[in-house]
């Protein structure tokens, strides 16, 4: 089974939002309830203090009014905050993406990089061309095959004689 970094940070953005997501929504809902009880407790003061019950009706439906805006802004700011939280994420992503791809072509470079050449070693000497030699005839290389023929020599052998006598000519 072979890692894949992109994969897993992938899982892990998703189930971060995902996290995220349920704690955001299990706040709003009990903030709501919260405020569902005061405003039922606002009804019931507002009933007591003497006012006619439109005037209490009417600032009951301003607070939850207000409620409501406020539910609504705080709900776009989570929206707004998971939204940036994506964005992160996904800038994340593909700088990791981008770092995979980088080290996948240096390895790739090194494997088709040539061993750099060994600066320490001293050079070696020039070597004087020796005598021209003569090329080699048909004549040798048929005493060569015929020697293999008769038994006297082995494949190997045949082999080695044709290269020195193909070195000749080098």
Known sequence: MEFDPLEDFAGISASLNEQITRQVEGQ??????QLESQLENLSNR????GLTAEHAEHIARHAREAGERARV???ERIQR???KIERKLEAARRRAEQRARAAERAARDRRRRPE???WAAPPRPLVPPGP??????????????????QGKITMDEAEQLLAALEGKTA
Do not use: N
């Open 81 to 83: 905050a998971q939204e």
């Open 73 to 75: 802004r705080a709900e």
């Open 116 to 118: 750099p050449p060994d």
């Open 132 to 149: 021209p030699v003569e090329p080699v005839t048909e004549e040798e290389r048929l005493m060569v095959l015929q020697l293999l023929e």
């Open 46 to 49: 507002l009933s007591s203090t």
């Open 28 to 33: 709003i809902e009990f903030i709501q309830e």
